[in-house]
């Protein structure tokens, strides 16, 4: 049994284990033997009482409580997965004739229970009322469930069966009408907590939405709280995160995903009010980098990094998870499981450490053989999908991987590109960067865009069709900055003039727009995957380079370099 045993007599604990006997038709929401024993052990007591019954007519759980309310245990033995009800009915007692409380209604709507139901007591053990409430299917109302008006126990009849598998169905036939923003087996909530102005709020929501569609990710809602202050425990307020967490439940959501970086402290709190995944936009990040890596070199950063994000979130288990002895003599309760954890996690950090170390060293003695030969050498940077990829394979005919998705490809490329008068450079496609780029990533993939330093030209790639594109210059500018690479010689180049909206709808006056963009910010436009466009770039590069060669001609063979 579940709840406040204290002060029972044995007499009284017989009975509620006698509870547990009972069974419970499948078309009958609690039998009138069942509904009446609670009651006269209720009103005897003083204390509400309530039981969860299964599907099958089962009493899964006997809880007591006190005079006001019961505390639902953990429903561990029904877990809700991806179903969208529990399998578990609660029927508990009201000692005071008193109908459904908000806190009834809000466990039913967070532990998306079958229904719940009060037995409305009064003196008279065998005259009592009974009033119940239900979820309903997501139809943009406010409230996610349907209270019934109290009737008498004799006069109430819900076949409850037929009743829930109704519900259930209706629920998956609304899952599957909504609309949802790509696809895959996760479905979750963005929410985004911020103090900054809320067109940068919807832009940085906006760009986490493109990051949930790159990991697989279904988005079933936006969530935008602008708080005065931020509440250090769930981030968000405690009531917007419970009525974040009953529309996730509502919708069909398996995961919540918040756009800022939350503390170890605020993942466990907030996890502790719901079964779904929480996760925030670092992770994210670092789940996409898992999935993109397929170098050596790429798998042993994402990892470190990964170790590294989770070192300061385990969490130990309780006392079952440690030693019961340990020390000299005995004392003391030895080494925890949580504490064998951590070491293995710093020796494997160790050892990452240390095999990162090793391939640096071997990119160092490639890098250094290309400054021997005295090839001139390019590196692509900018925001993540901005193209770079794509630049890469129409300059030098290569098969980079490509794709519209954010981070489609991490490993870094490089292909040798042919003037003319035998004249040639090598060009390196790096992975892209983004806001709020996981501080632990940056650092491991310091690695990898080590050789940006012994770049003698940056092209800057930018989206020119990007609403957000001025703020994307500046980002990548920042994060040039910290890498100690904004003394570099830049090129900047202005991509996807294809995607341009002025020029989609027709308007006269785009490529006028164009020019004052690309005058504003003395760049290079041109379109990645049309080769004829890029005629500007081969001519502003061979002037960088070769001051006696003005006639542009299309490059080339090209090589390969197995640099990563």
Not at 331 to 356: F, S, V
Not at 373 to 386: H, L, Q, R
Request: charged letters at 30%.
């Amino acid at each position: 049994m579940h709840g406040n045993l204290t002060g029972l007599k044995a007499s009284q604990v017989k009975r509620l284990e006698r509870l547990y006997r009972r069974r419970v038709k499948p078309g009958e929401v609690i039998s009138l033997e069942l509904a009446r024993e609670l009651s006269d052990i209720s009103l005897e007591i003083r204390r509400q009482l309530g039981v969860l019954i299964s599907r099958i007519g089962e009493v899964a759980y006997v809880v007591i409580g006190d005079e006001r309310g019961i505390m639902i245990p953990a429903l561990d033995e029904y877990p809700l997965g991806r179903r969208l009800l529990r399998g578990v009915r609660l029927v508990h007692t009201h000692l005071k004739g008193e109908t459904l409380t908000d806190d009834d209604l809000t466990d039913l709507s967070l532990l998306r229970l079958d229904l719940i139901a009060a037995l409305q007591l009064t003196q008279n053990a065998d005259r009592f009322s009974i009033q119940t409430a239900a979820l309903t299917p997501p139809n943009g109302g406010t409230l996610p469930y349907h209270v019934e008006a109290s009737v008498p126990f004799q006069k109430f009849d819900l076949e409850f069966r037929s009743f829930v598998e109704t519900l259930e169905q209706t629920m998956e036939r609304g899952l599957k009408e909504g609309k949802v923003v790509g696809t895959g087996e996760e479905r979750g909530i963005l929410i985004s907590v911020t103090q900054r102005p809320l067109e940068e709020a919807v832009d940085s929501v906006e760009e986490l939405k493109e990051l949930a569609r790159t990991a697989g990710v279904g988005v079933l809602d936006t969530v935008i709280q602008r708080p005065k202050e931020f509440n250090p425990r769930y981030l968000l307020g405690e009531g917007k995160i419970r009525e974040v967490v009953i529309k996730a439940l509502q919708f069909g959501a398996t995961m919540l995903v918040f756009d800022q970086e939350l503390s170890p402290t605020q993942v466990r709190s907030i996890s502790e009010l719901t079964e779904l995944k929480v996760i925030d936009r670092s992770q994210l990040i670092l789940d996409i980098f898992a999935r993109r890596a397929t170098t050596q070199d790429g798998k042993v950063q994402v990892e470190l990094a990964q170790l590294k994000y989770l070192m300061p979130r385990l969490s130990g288990r309780g006392v079952q998870m440690s030693r019961l002895m340990g020390g000299i003599g005995g004392r003391g309760p030895g080494e925890t499981k949580l504490e064998i954890d951590r070491r293995r996690i710093r020796d494997r950090i160790a050892h990452l450490e240390r095999e990162l170390k090793e391939l640096s060293n071997g990119r160092y003695q490639r890098r250094q053989k290309r400054v021997k030969a005295g090839i001139p050498i390019i590196s692509i940077v900018g925001y993540t999908n901005a193209g770079k990829s794509t630049l890469l394979n129409t300059m030098t005919k290569s098969e980079v991987f490509t794709e519209d998705l954010l981070f489609a490809t991490l490993d870094t490329s490089s292909r040798r590109l042919r003037f003319p008068m035998d004249r040639e450079v090598i060009i390196t496609d790096t992975v892209g960067f983004i806001r709020s780029l996981p501080k632990s990533l940056m650092g491991a993939f310091k690695a990898t865009l080590e050789e940006l330093k012994d770049a003698d030209l940056l092209i800057h790639l930018v989206d020119c069709s990007n609403p957000r594109m001025e703020e994307q210059i500046n980002q990548v500018n920042t994060i040039l900055a910290e890498l100690e690479l904004s003394q570099k010689p830049m090129l900047l180049v202005f991509n996807k003039m294809d995607l341009l909206p002025e020029l989609k709808k027709g308007d006269p006056l785009a490529f006028m727009k164009v020019r004052q963009l690309t005058r504003k910010y003395g760049a290079i436009t041109i379109s990645a995957a049309d080769r004829k466009s890029l005629e500007p770039l081969m001519k502003e590069l061979q002037h960088r380079f070769w001051h006696d060669v003005e006639d542009y001609q299309a490059p080339g063979q090209h090589d390969e370099e197995t640099e990563e």
